[in-house]
């Protein structure tokens, strides 16, 4: 495992791109540096990382991260040649975190609970802004939210979004719907399956989670 930054503005698979020639690789940790801009085309995998600079998604460009994405205010998520922002997080390790500052826009985003994690295997946080999805989400074992009440977790929500297990806690559904399975509520209480949006449930929505501006209570 090394820690990689980059050095200078260019393709993710260049040398040039990377301090010291060294692209990185599945268990690398990974900072893309402010005013940098790093463009993935094909399946680029790391173990973090943290993006203060533009991460570009090509034609096909897709990210797997073994541990945690931050995404400072002020980075983007881009895409470029009718590319598609892809990710898919799997930690090996629980407690990895989703960390975004202001809003990043997602065309699919999958998320999986550390193998044989319980509903914190995975935290996500928002930090002052929301998840956009255009196209497709998944969340498997994972928590969202968090215990400090400022934290809230935000979607916004274009296309499909399904979460299975897990705990919802302070999440806020903008716009759209998240469909839950056997996930717990923001008390605890073992997950029935329920619709999580402007609609009326499926069959009950998750105490404490927040509807539009709305909180929701059955």
Not at 101 to 125: E, R
Not at 141 to 163: L, P, W
Request: charged fraction near 20%; hydrophobic fraction near 35%; aromatic fraction near 4%.
């Amino acid at each position: 495992m090394a820690t990689i930054q980059t050095d200078r503005s260019g393709s993710w698979g260049d040398t040039a791109t990377w301090v010291d020639g060294v692209v990185p690789g599945r268990g690398d940790i990974v900072t893309i540096n402010t005013d940098h801009d790093v463009t993935i085309s094909g399946e680029r995998e790391c173990a973090s990382l943290s993006a203060d600079g533009t991460t570009v998604f090509d034609t096909g460009g897709h990210l797997i991260l073994r541990g945690g994405l931050t995404v400072a205010a002020d980075a983007e998520l881009a895409t470029a040649n009718s590319g598609e922002v892809n990710v898919d997080i799997c930690p090996t390790v629980a407690g990895m975190t989703l960390q975004l500052g202001g809003k990043k826009t997602f065309d699919s985003l999958s998320i999986h609970g550390a193998p044989g994690g319980s509903g914190d295997s995975l935290v996500v946080i928002v930090l002052g802004g929301e998840i956009g999805i255009n196209r497709k989400l998944r969340l498997y074992q994972c928590y969202t939210g968090s215990n400090h009440a400022e934290d809230k977790v935000t979607f916004d929500i274009a296309g499909r979004a399904v979460m299975f297990g897990g705990q919802l806690k302070r999440t806020v559904i903008a716009s759209g719907a998240l469909h839950a399975y056997g996930t717990k509520d923001e008390a605890g209480n073992t997950g029935v399956d329920f619709r999580l949006g402007r609609r009326r449930p499926m069959h009950r929505m998750a105490r404490g989670c927040m509807v539009g501006t709305g909180l929701v209570r059955n």
